[in-house]
Nanobody, 128 residues
Framework: QVQVVESGGGLVQTGGSLRLSCAASATTPRTFTTYAMGWYRQSPGTERELVAAISWDGGSVTYADSAKGRFTISRGSAKNTVYLQMNSLKPEDTATYYC??????????????????WGQGTQVTVSS
């Protein structure tokens, strides 16, 4: 069992920036596991889509085309923390953003993988 908690969403104007944070922690005594982590987003009536993901050591990173050049995913100094810096935000970035954590990078970048643990989501709203 892994607990995932996101924070940092909010309302911002077009062109503005937001930084999302996510922390994952094991609820069972597996304290030495470092997770691959990723950010997804979902708007009403749409499927959840991958925004960005990073491997446990930061060696592998992937971005959705819509995020390239504007968003940056990074790992924090604390174990199993990850950030998503979002710049030049657009109204179409409006969505609920979810953090995913998993033991394998391949699973984290797979939306329907049952191996991932998910946070409750944080709302990002970009006004025009």
């Amino acid at each position: 069992q892994v607990q995932v908690v996101e924070s940092g969403g909010g309302l911002v104007q077009t062109g503005g920036s937001l930084r999302l944070s996510c922390a994952a922690s094991a609820t069972t005594p597996r304290t030495f596991t470092t997770y691959a982590m990723g950010w997804y987003r979902q708007s009403p009536g749409t499927e959840r889509e991958l925004v960005a993901a990073i491997s446990w050591d930061g060696g592998s990173v992937t971005y959705a085309d819509s995020a390239k050049g504007r968003f940056t995913i990074s790992r924090g100094s604390a174990k199993n923390t990850v950030y998503l810096q979002m710049n030049s935000l657009k109204p179409e970035d409006t969505a609920t953003y979810y953090c995913a954590a998993g033991e394998k990078f391949a699973a984290v970048i797979t939306p329907l993988s049952r191996a991932n643990s998910w946070g409750q989501g944080t709302q990002v709203t970009v006004s025009s």
